[in-house]
C-alpha cells in the first residue's frame, strides 16, 4: 500500500539519484555518445528499481541513535505544550484555556491527516493518466504496423540487408511503409519493425543512412530503454530531474545512432542536409512510442553540430564503460533505498517476510509458465489462424496470387500464418518447397531471411556448397555470399592457392579486395533481375552499375610486394 512517508522518501531518493546521472553526465561530456548513453540508462535503471529495493532491503539506519534519543523528550515536550497550553515546569496556569486550546490542538492533528490520506490518491491520478497515453501510443504502433504495407523496392532492402551485416544483426527486421507518417521510424524488439514514409521511399539516395540509423536503433534495443524512460517519467512524474534526464537519454539515443551512420561511412554533410530535411516533416511524437530519424525542434542544432564535428569520439559503449554503469547502478540504489533515520524491526521482518513470500511465488509461476507454455504457443498459433483477415490483406494475397492450397503448405512446413509474411513470401516465389530445402541446409532461417534468400538467388546447390566448406555458415552469410559474388569455385581454388579462409567473413574480404586464384583470369561481373551490375576486377576493383546509369566504384591498394635480401659477401 501506497503511503505518505513512503512517498516522502522515494522523492528525495529519486532526486539524489538523478542530480547525481545529470552531475556524471556533465562531467562525462567530453566521452562518446554511446558511453554517455550507457550512463544515463544506467541512471534510470536505479530509478526504475528504486521502489522495489526499498520495499524489499532491510532497513539500514547509520545515524547514532543518541540522536534520536535526544530529539524524542524535545518532541514529547512540543506536544504537551500544544496540547495543555502551559508549560511543562506548571501546566497549572493554563488550566483555564484548556477547551479552546484542545479545540485547536485537535483540528490541527485530523488536517494533516486528512491531506496525508490525500496524498496517495494526488499520487496516483497523474500516474495512471502517463501510463495510459504511453499504452495509446504503444496501441497506435501496433495498429500502424497490421495497416502499412511491405516495402519490396530492391534498394530498400540492399541497404538493409548491408546493413544487417555489417552491424552482425542476425535477426529479421519488417520494412513497410505507411502513409499515415511524414518521417521513418523504427520500434520493437523481439520483433523490430521500420516503417518509411511514401516521401521517403522516393528518397533513394537516403535509403543506405536512413536504414542505417533506424536499423542502429533496433540494434541497442533503443525502443526497450524509450519504454524505459516513459515509465520512470510516469512514477516519478514529481521529479523534474527525473524529466531532465529522460529527455537527455533521448538525446544520447539519437545521437549514438547517428555516430553509427556516420561510421558506416556516410558522408557528414550529405547526412547533415537529411537530417534538415527531416526535421520539418517531424512526426507527432507524443502519441508515437517510437524513434525516427528526424530531430524535434529542441535537438537539431544539437545533432546537426555533431554530425560536422569530426573531432568527436564516435563508437559503442566498450565492455568496461558497461561494468562502471552497472557497478553505479548497484552502488547508488541500494545503499540508497535502504537508508533510513530509524530502523523499524518490525517493518523489517514484514518486508522479508513479503520478500520470501514473493520469491515462493514467483518459483510457483515459473513453474506453472513452464507447464503450460506448450499449451499457450498452441493457443496464440491458433488464434492467429482463425483471426479474419482484413479487406487489405485479402486483396494483397490476391495480388500476388496466394490460394487456400499454398498457405496450406507453408502452415505444413512450420511457414510463418501472418498475412503480411505470406504476402511477401508469394511475392518473391518462396514456396514451402523451397523452404523444406533450405533448412534442411539452414535449419534455424526464418521466414524474413528467407525471403531475401530468394531475391537474392540463392538456391539449395549454394548453401549446400558452402555449407561444406563453411559449416557454421548462416542465412545471412549466405545472402553476404551470394552478393559479393564469392562461389564454391572461388572457395575451393582460393584454399588450394593455400590461403586461408576460416569463415564466411575472410572470403567476403577476398572479394571486396579484388582477390582471385593464381590462373584464373581476373574480373566477374554479376547482373541483378533489374539491370543492375557488380563488376569485380580486374585486379583489387570493385564498380557497381546501377539500373539509372549511376556508377560507384571503389579500388583498394596493393600489397607491396616485398623486397629481396641482400646476398652475403663472396657470391
Not at 538523478?18 to 553526465?25: M, R, V
Not at 490518491?121 to 497523474?126: I, K, T
Not at 592457392?497 to 574480373?523: C, H, N, S
Request: some cysteine; glycine content about 8%.
Amino acid at each position: 500500500m501506497i503511503t505518505t512517508a513512503m512517498l516522502l522518501g522515494l522523492a528525495w531518493k529519486s532526486l539524489i539519484v538523478a542530480a547525481l546521472t545529470l552531475a556524471l553526465l556533465r562531467v562525462a561530456r567530453s566521452r562518446s555518445a554511446g558511453e554517455r548513453s550507457m550512463i544515463a540508462h544506467a541512471g534510470l535503471m536505479a530509478l526504475l528499481a528504486l521502489p522495489a529495493a526499498m520495499l524489499f532491503l532491510p532497513k539500514w539506519a547509520p545515524l547514532p541513535e543518541s540522536w534520536l534519543a535526544k530529539a524524542a523528550p524535545a518532541a514529547r515536550a512540543a506536544g504537551q505544550i500544544a496540547t495543555t497550553g502551559g508549560s511543562v515546569v506548571d501546566p497549572a496556569p493554563a488550566t483555564a484555556s484548556v477547551p479552546a486550546v484542545a479545540d485547536l490542538a485537535g483540528s490541527a492533528p485530523s488536517m494533516l491527516s486528512s491531506a496525508g490520506d490525500l496524498a496517495p490518491f494526488l499520487y496516483v491520478v497523474p500516474l495512471a493518466l502517463l501510463c495510459g497515453v504511453m499504452g495509446l501510443a504503444v496501441v497506435r504502433l501496433f495498429a500502424m504496423r497490421g495497416r502499412a504495407e511491405i516495402l519490396v523496392e530492391g534498394s530498400w532492402l540492399s541497404a538493409l540487408a548491408e546493413a544487417q551485416r555489417r552491424m552482425g544483426f542476425k535477426h529479421g527486421t519488417a520494412l513497410l511503409v505507411s502513409n499515415e507518417l511524414r518521417s521513418p521510424i523504427s520500434w520493437g524488439v523481439l520483433r523490430p519493425t521500420i516503417v518509411l514514409s511514401p516521401k521517403a521511399v522516393d528518397a533513394v539516395g537516403e535509403a543506405e543512412a536512413i536504414i542505417a540509423h533506424e536499423l542502429a536503433h533496433v540494434a541497442r534495443l533503443d525502443w526497450a530503454k524509450l519504454l524505459g524512460a516513459r515509465i520512470a517519467c510516469a512514477v516519478f512524474w514529481f521529479n523534474p530531474l527525473v524529466w531532465m534526464l529522460a529527455r537527455e537519454s533521448h538525446q544520447l539515443r539519437e545521437e549514438a545512432a547517428d555516430d553509427a551512420v556516420l561510421m558506416a561511412d556516410i558522408d557528414g554533410p550529405d547526412y547533415a542536409t537529411l537530417l534538415v530535411g527531416a526535421a520539418r516533416h517531424d512526426n507527432q511524437g507524443a502519441l508515437l512510442a517510437a524513434h525516427g530519424v528526424a530531430p524535434g525542434k529542441g535537438s537539431l542544432k544539437r545533432r546537426i553540430t555533431r554530425v560536422l564535428d569530426g573531432s568527436l569520439k564516435r563508437g559503442p559503449a566498450s565492455a568496461s564503460w558497461m561494468l562502471m554503469s552497472l557497478v553505479l547502478l548497484a552502488g547508488i540504489t541500494a545503499p540508497l533505498a535502504a537508508f533510513s533515520a530509524t530502523a523499524d524491526r518490525t517493518t523489517a521482518e514484514g518486508a522479508r517476510a513479503v520478500a520470501v513470500a514473493s520469491r515462493e511465488s514467483a518459483i510457483v509461476a515459473a513453474k506453472a509458465a513452464v507447464a503450460d507454455q506448450d499449451v499457450a504457443e498452441k493457443d496464440a498459433r491458433a488464434a492467429a489462424a482463425s483471426r479474419p483477415l482484413s479487406a487489405d490483406e485479402l486483396v494483397g494475397m490476391r495480388a500476388v496470387g496466394v490460394t487456400p492450397d499454398y498457405v496450406e503448405k507453408m502452415r505444413e512446413h512450420g511457414g510463418s500464418m501472418d498475412p503480411d509474411d505470406i504476402i511477401a513470401a508469394k511475392a518473391t516465389g518462396v514456396d514451402p518447397a523451397y523452404i523444406g530445402r533450405m533448412r534442411s541446409v539452414v535449419p534455424d532461417a526464418d521466414l524474413g531471411d528467407l525471403v531475401g534468400a530468394k531475391q537474392m538467388g540463392i538456391d539449395v546447390a549454394f548453401a549446400r556448397d558452402m555449407k561444406e566448406h563453411f559449416p557454421g555458415v548462416e542465412i545471412g552469410d549466405l545472402i553476404a555470399l551470394k552478393a559479393m559474388g564469392v562461389d564454391c569455385d572461388f572457395v575451393t581454388d582460393m584454399r588450394k592457392a593455400g590461403v586461408r579462409m576460416r569463415d564466411p567473413d575472410d572470403a567476403i574480404e577476398l572479394r571486396a579486395t579484388g582477390a582471385y586464384p593464381p590462373g584464373k583470369k581476373p574480373g566477374r561481373t554479376v547482373v541483378s533481375k533489374d539491370g543492375a551490375t557488380v563488376r569485380f576486377g580486374p585486379g583489387p576493383v570493385i564498380e557497381a552499375r546501377s539500373a539509372d546509369g549511376r556508377v560507384a566504384r571503389i579500388e583498394a591498394p596493393e600489397a607491396p610486394i616485398p623486397a629481396r635480401p641482400p646476398a652475403p659477401p663472396g657470391t
